[in-house]
């Protein structure tokens, strides 16, 4: 069998043979799938899925059919008399106790989401107007302004309605177009009308003739439903299905008549009950209704809306044990197979290119003109790619089928529909055909021996004569392949759903096809690149590596011969009885080994190029942006008035009030101790301006001369030195009209500044540490492992020591950053709160407790912005509101209404607390919570915690008390709240703002698989959040108030101030470039 020019002919299969049994097969696949099909097609749209229709008992989901019904109603009466209409909401449960207290529960959560949605109106309503005065104020517009001013404040209203009218229900449109372009394959699964769902859609689009009143109630029908949902807030495309429902019931969107909007409070929660009790997506269990089901999770929530089911149902098998390897390779197959071309024609360039021994690179013919053993390269990677191409298909089609098997013939995001179906299937036939194409008419050739140092005479290759008539089958399957590549691939899988509806708007919005266009040629174009630069690593580097090591060559085993045309060798592999002998499975095995080496290298080489382009692109864009030496604190910083060059560049950004805002950064470095007063002296004099702002400088005072930065504390120096070198790029992106565009100008308008909402989630993180914690760490026992709950034993869980056993806690902060202690105790002395200015002195009267409350708490600020704390993050947060509270026009708004917090309209701050007042929390960590509250009661700071069994008896009292004096409520109406609050300066306490009362706890599963916790928290605070913008804070984040100045600049990326539609922003998030994950998992996440 092995020796040379023997082969077992009776072993070779027919081709006809193989050809007739692979029709065979394919047929009776054909059939059963048409059968599944068929079976598919003639459900009826009463079908309930399988999780709906087990039987809902008590058990399962907390009531029965033939409990009675229960209905509350809320009139929609907004404070604006433009948004007040007759339209009302009603809310109809099992699980309620009463009528009036399914109206309290539904008027809970409409009054909150109807004071967001005003707040916001209002906004969108000075943004307008602001736009309308920039207009004005542009010489070069003169009937924009004239139009602008002629609009009256009912009007700006109602534009300002229909913006965020559009912007609310844009998800659901989009909901409502995929489902649409279903067409017939999808309403035999009970999708709706196709010219009914493009009817809504157009009705949102196409909103200026409707109703304001209208619109404001549909807009926070949706909102109301966000909340009532708890956790299908997550699942967009059921809630869209779920409106849909709701709009259909009351009669669609073409009237403006009094409306009433009816939600089905079990309807809305379906699949939240089922995953409190199972949500493990591996394992089947009993559940209470007797079937053994899989657990749930939103993603099967969110599918089976936008598959337009009536119950919830699992939707995906996530894959396990093997699966996982199969699923893995079947996901990325086609980059692996991008690669494996790679190297293939790696392997083609170095047979020619005599880098390798004579035999295997030398005289193989040209690129084009290809003899010998690049000829049988051809034809070998032809059969190779073909085989694996017909299994990969194979494998892909029964995987997916087993897989999506509960969604298949649904429409939805990335389940394969019957023209996927048909691609695969026909890859894999052409694969197949092709194989067996080329094997019959392969053309292969031993190269001789003598030829390794000539291509003369009995040397040439007798196929060289017609390498047309001996390579055409092999060309047209590579030419076939490479358009079914391009063909199945050229296109985003799942196929890409814009989110919002409307070519012109997405225009507006900078994604436009050709934008869309010329972004993809070029994002293909550095693949293309990338991947070249691959080929040259391989065919320089990793090839010539195996120089003559291969089975012939090195062991004698010719098995491959034909394929790989070299000659035959003698060798350790040679003789048919040595195949099994110790010295051939070695050198198999060894020269196997190089090669897969060689293989596995070849794939992974692209991680290297990729970042290697990564940083020479990312190096030319950064120079581009000017963003060289950003922290480089060498260069001095001249702040002389109409002088200096960074005044210069500071007015321009800021405006002529550029000085105001130095001080506010000056003070704020010496509030944080990275200066010492007399430093912040220096910078405030550098610009011509005094510390407190009142009194000019006199002559002597004046001392403005350049900032020397090396002179300053390192953090300070780098702060102020990225500062004025990013500003630069403010100035060229950001600012047309420095009257109206810059914070300090003459015209600047605040509505023009974007409301923004930080979140920040907290579950059982340090907030401030505490004095034991600083005093504590000195002692020798402070250095172990501490137990948890002080009963240390064998195989407990373990805390972190306390400190090093050497320094206390305090101590060692001090040593690493000893200069800004030193700043901290000048600072304290000079606003009279210590006797002394020695930092030595300090420490001892904190360690032997003689510093009064006021220098014990800026000692645990001071410690809390140099280490790990939620405190960190919430005054880096602050910062934003604190640096908008310093600007003059922004005064001057506020001004107007007194009642306000200085910026809440503009930046609010949401502290979600998962574990306050609770057994699991720690009572030092409330304790600095209210402490944080107490300090920033002025600022737009609030807190969400969540108010559940084992919370403190004084916050459920506090809540009860504030619920009984709104009205409605009655004595166990829930046992889990949202609850937002803030700090009430004249009852020193925490005074509730909003409740929300919850049937499910924040985080649903059992053990191991319970929803993910800082999503549960920061979707707890999102749901009070009234800002446009939302930015996701982690507990470990500060800023420089520096920074937060240039915060409405950035925000003008996603909404730039002269762009006319409002509805859709140029872009919807900002941060790393990274892959998100939701754009695969319906409309709205893409």
């Known amino acids: 069998l092995f020796g040379a020019g023997t082969a077992c002919t009776i072993m070779r299969p027919s081709p006809k043979a193989m050809l007739v049994s692979l029709s065979l097969i394919a047929g009776v696949a054909l059939v059963q799938i048409g059968r599944l099909l068929a079976a598919w097609c003639r459900r009826s749209r009463r079908d309930v899925d399988a999780t709906a229709a087990s039987g809902a008992d008590k058990a399962t989901y907390g009531w029965q059919q033939d409990d009675e019904v229960r209905v509350g109603y809320v009139r929609i009466a907004p404070r604006e008399p433009q948004l007040q209409g007759d339209h009302q909401v009603e809310l109809s449960s099992r699980r309620l106790r009463s009528n009036g207290e399914a109206g309290w529960w539904l008027w809970t959560h409409v009054s909150a989401q109807m004071e967001i949605l005003e707040r916001q109106v209002q906004a969108e309503v000075a943004a307008m107007q602001a736009r309308g005065d920039r207009a004005a104020q542009r010489i070069n517009a003169a009937s924009e302004a004239k139009l602008s001013g002629s609009e009256s404040p009912e009007e700006v209203l109602s534009q300002a309605m229909q913006v965020i009218h559009r912007r609310t229900l844009e998800g659901f449109a989009s909901w409502c177009l995929y489902v649409a372009a279903g067409g017939v394959s999808a309403r035999c699964f009970g999708a709706p009308n196709s010219e009914e769902l493009r009817g809504y859609a157009r009705a949102i689009e196409n909103n200026a003739e409707r109703d304001d009143a209208r619109l404001f109630a549909e807009a926070l029908l949706l909102r109301v439903m966000e909340s009532l949902g708890e956790q299908v807030l997550q699942c967009p495309e059921r809630l869209s299905w779920l409106l849909f429902n709701v709009f259909q019931e009351a009669g669609g969107l073409e009237g403006n008549g009094p409306a009433t909007f009816s939600v089905d409070f079990e309807q809305l929660q379906d699949g939240l009950h089922q995953m409190k009790l199972h949500t493990n997506p591996y394992e089947r269990v009993a559940m209470p209704s007797g079937r053994r089901e899989l657990g749930l999770n939103f993603d099967d929530i969110n599918e089976s809306g936008i598959q337009c089911r009536e119950g919830i149902a699992k939707t995906y098998k996530e894959p396990a044990s093997l699966m996982v390897i199969i699923d893995f390779f079947l996901c990325y197959r086609v980059p692996i197979m991008l690669k494996i071309y790679t190297l293939a024609i790696s392997g083609y360039i170095y047979l020619g290119s005599g880098w390798g021994d004579d035999i295997t690179t030398k005289h193989n013919g040209s690129f084009f003109a290809p003899k010998w053993l690049r000829m049988n390269y051809l034809q070998t990677t032809a059969l190779v790619d073909a085989a694996i191409w017909a299994c990969l298909e194979v494998v892909l089609v029964c995987y997916v089928a087993w897989q999506r098997g509960p969604s298949l013939g649904r429409r939805s995001p990335g389940i394969p529909g019957l023209k996927w179906l048909l691609e695969h299937l026909l890859n894999a036939t052409v694969s197949a055909a092709g194989f067996l194409w080329v094997f019959s008419a392969r053309s292969l050739k031993r190269k001789p021996w003598a030829c390794a140092q000539s291509d003369d005479h009995e040397c040439v290759d007798p196929r060289s004569a017609d390498i047309v008539g001996n390579l055409q089958i092999c060309a047209i399957y590579w030419a076939v392949r490479v358009v079914m590549l391009v063909a199945m691939n050229c296109k985003s899988v799942p196929i890409f759903i814009y989110g919002t509806p409307g070519s012109k708007v997405r225009k507006e919005s900078g994604r436009g096809f050709l934008k869309n266009w010329a972004l993809d040629m070029r994002v293909n174009f550095a693949w293309l690149c990338m991947l070249g630069a691959c080929i040259v690593a391989e065919v320089c580097l990793l090839l010539p590596t195996m120089k003559g090591l291969d089975w012939s060559t090195t062991c004698g085993m010719n098995l491959l011969g034909d394929f790989t045309g070299l000659p035959s060798q003698q060798g350790a592999c040679t003789e048919a009885d040595q195949v099994l002998a110790f010295g051939c499975i070695t050198c198999l095995s060894s020269v196997s080994a190089g090669w897969l080496l060689v293989f596995f ?44 060059k960074e005044a210069q560049l500071f007015e321009r950004t800021f405006g002529p009030g550029w000085q105001q805002v130095w001080r506010v950064m000056a003070r704020e470095l010496l509030s944080e101790s990275l200066i010492s007063p007399k430093q912040a002296a220096w910078l405030l004099q550098a610009a011509g301006i005094s510390v407190d702002g009142q009194a000019p400088l006199t002559h002597r005072e004046k001392k403005q001369k350049p900032i020397h930065l090396t002179r300053f504390p390192k953090l300070a120096a780098e702060r102020l030195a990225f500062f004025f070198q990013s500003l630069k790029w403010i100035e060229r992106t950001s600012i047309k009209e420095a009257a109206t565009d810059t914070l300090t100008g003459e015209h600047f308008d605040a509505g023009s500044i974007p409301s923004l909402t930080q979140i920040i989630p907290a ?237 499910f706890p924040l985080r649903l599963g059992q053990g191991d698989y319970k929803t993910q916790g800082k999503a549960c928290n920061q979707l707890n605070g999102l749901r009070f959040a009234t800002g446009h913008y939302v930015q996701a804070l982690d507990c470990n984040m500060g800023t420089f108030i520096g920074e937060a100045f240039k915060v409405p600049y950035v925000l003008r990326m996603f909404m730039p101030l002269d762009k006319q539609d409002r509805t859709a922003p140029t872009c919807r998030y900002l941060g790393f470039r990274e892959y998100i994950y939701t754009g695969r998992e319906g409309t709205v996440g893409k």
């Not at 864009?621 to 109409?642: A, F, W, Y």
């Not at 309209?905 to 009572?923: K, R, S, W």
Request: net charge negative; glycine share 8%.
């Open 601 to 644: 290298g070849s794939l992974v080489d692209i991680y290297f190029v990729f970042y290697v382009a990564s940083a020479v692109v990312g190096g030319v864009m950064g120079h581009r942006r000017q963003l060289n030496d950003l922290k480089n604190t060498s260069l001095p910083i001249d702040l002389r008035e109409h002088q200096g």
């Open 763 to 999: 579950y059982n993180e340090v907030v401030i540490p505490s004095v034991e914690f600083l005093r504590a760490g000195a002692e020798e026992k402070d250095a172990n492992n501490m137990s948890p709950d002080d009963n240390p034993g064998l195989g407990d869980m373990t805390l972190p020591p306390q400190g090093d056993g050497v320094n206390t806690n305090l101590a060692f902060m001090i040593s690493q950053f000893p200069d800004e202690w030193v700043f901290l105790a000048k600072r304290l002395h000079q606003d009279g709160w210590t006797e002394s200015a020695e930092s030595q002195e300090l420490y001892h009267d904190f360690m032997k407790q003689r510093l009064n409350p006021h220098c014990v708490t800026e000692v645990r600020l001071w410690s809390c912005m140099r280490m790990q704390s939620v405190a960190k993050t919430v005054i880096g947060a602050l910062q934003y509101g604190k640096a908008l509270a310093s600007l003059p026009r922004v005064k001057e708004y506020y001004a107007r209404f007194p009642e306000k917090r200085l910026c809440e309209d503009h930046a609010e701050v949401i502290l979600a607390h998962q574990t306050y007042g609770h057994t699991e929390g720690n009572p030092k960590n409330d304790e600095a919570v209210q402490l944080l509250l107490e300090r920033y009661a002025d600022d737009a700071l609030y807190m969400v915690f969540d108010l559940q069994k084992g919370t403190a008896p004084e916050l459920w009292r506090m809540v009860e008390e504030f619920l009984t004096a709104r009205g409605g409520y009655q004595q166990g109406a829930f046992k889990e709240a949202s609850v937002k609050c803030r700090w009430d300066k004249v009852r020193r306490g925490l005074r509730v703002c909003e409740v929300l009362p919850r049937k």
